[in-house]
């Protein structure tokens, strides 16, 4: 019914979605290489250098004159000034930035289809390792919280498929079930593979996120099918969704001392960011600076946005993303407003906006840099 942005550009297995192909490849090896084989830095540094190599030679063959691109580099780098210091979450996003200089000219529709099927062929390399015996299904017993805050006995055993994280397992499967979303056009198609594969791996890793992803997609489909005729609703409503996750990261410390039980049934998830948050200067707060903790874990990407970039780069990426919602919504582009709305509250607790080895991260940035002039509707 409603037809796709998209940028204007390349389409098609050509040697442009290709090299794309190639890239998510290398930067998937990476991650399981880390995450799964416990590879060493030189593994690991050599294919991410393949990864980089391939973004460097898309720059030479390609012009990039993105504004946004050079607005958010320069906000990054006066974080690094402040913080004096390279910021690792900083450094991801500029690789996420040059990805976005570097691919571009290719469609949205084309870099969502490449990037599942490298994923899906990740996954499948995974899968014959389990069955070989090169990786190990282990079981990771977890802790749940009680209502009085104390722990509870152990009522969570999640398969780890071989991962030394589960929640790194999870996150890749996630990653798949968005880019087919967005990537494949039949909708029963698509929510058929997503559904499967959400499914069957949420009752091996007990991951919540996985259906809460495909959950809020589907729900939002449907939400601006029916209130497509009524755009200052979906604007209104978008604004207020949108704004939910800020007021969250940024008043953590208040959520955590007046309200504990939200901060339980977000799993501790605001403790963490308010500790992370609490080292800030009132400089930090504006420009960033502060590199993540190196003893916990801080799984919300507006706070570590905050940490690289302050509240700066934090308003800016706001602006440039109720800016292209907003266009999604003029150009009834149902699949858009699905994905930037889904996937703006699920980085929220999986930080995949600043992890570039989530994958999909790609297709979120290149929605926010493309410009009023490239998008056209199929």
Not at 45 to 66: E, I, N, P, Y
């Amino acid at each position: 019914m409603n037809s796709p942005t998209v940028i204007s550009g390349q389409g098609g297995l050509n040697g442009h979605s290709l090299t794309a192909w190639a890239f998510f490849l290398f930067l998937l090896t990476s991650y399981v290489a880390r995450n799964a084989f416990d590879a060493n830095e030189v593994v690991i540094g050599a294919t991410r250098g393949l990864a980089l190599a391939v973004l460097v030679m898309r720059l030479f063959l390609v012009k990039s004159s993105s504004s946004f691109v050079r607005q958010c580099l320069g906000l990054l780098a006066i974080g690094m000034v402040v913080g004096l210091a390279v910021n690792p979450i900083a450094i991801n996003i500029v690789f996420c930035l040059v990805f976005v200089a570097a691919f571009g000219s290719l469609r949205l529709e084309t870099v969502a289809t490449t990037a599942s099927i490298a994923i899906a062929l990740c996954l499948a390399v995974v899968g014959i390792c389990l069955m070989f015996g090169l990786l190990q299904n282990t079981i990771d017993a977890g802790f749940a919280a009680a209502a009085d805050g104390d722990t509870a006995d152990i009522e969570r055993y999640r398969s780890t498929f071989g991962f030394a994280n589960v929640n790194a397992f999870s996150a890749l499967v996630l990653s798949f079930c968005l880019a087919v979303l967005y990537g494949i056009r039949r909708k029963a198609l698509a929510y058929s593979v997503a559904f499967a594969a959400g499914v069957s791996f949420y009752w091996a890793t007990d991951s919540r996120t996985l259906l809460f992803g495909i959950g809020l997609f589907l729900v939002f489909e449907i939400g601006f099918a029916l209130f497509h005729n009524h755009p200052m609703w979906i604007r209104s409503g978008a604004v207020v969704v949108a704004m939910l996750p800020l007021g969250l990261t940024i008043f953590a410390a208040r959520i955590v001392e007046s309200v504990p039980l939200l901060d339980l049934a977000l799993s501790g998830r605001s403790t963490l960011v308010a500790t992370y948050l609490d080292q800030f200067s009132l400089l930090n707060w504006l420009f960033g600076g502060v590199p993540p903790p190196a003893d916990y874990a801080v799984d919300n990407a507006f706070g570590l946005l905050m940490g690289a970039g302050g509240f700066c780069l934090l308003a800016f990426l706001t602006m440039a993303y109720l800016r292209c919602l907003f266009q999604a919504i003029r150009c009834a582009d149902t699949r858009s407003f699905a994905f930037l709305m889904t996937f703006w509250l699920v980085t929220f607790s999986e930080s995949s906006m600043v992890r570039p080895e989530s994958i999909s991260c790609f297709i979120f940035w290149l929605l926010l840099a493309q410009s009023p002039e490239k998008v056209r509707s199929k």
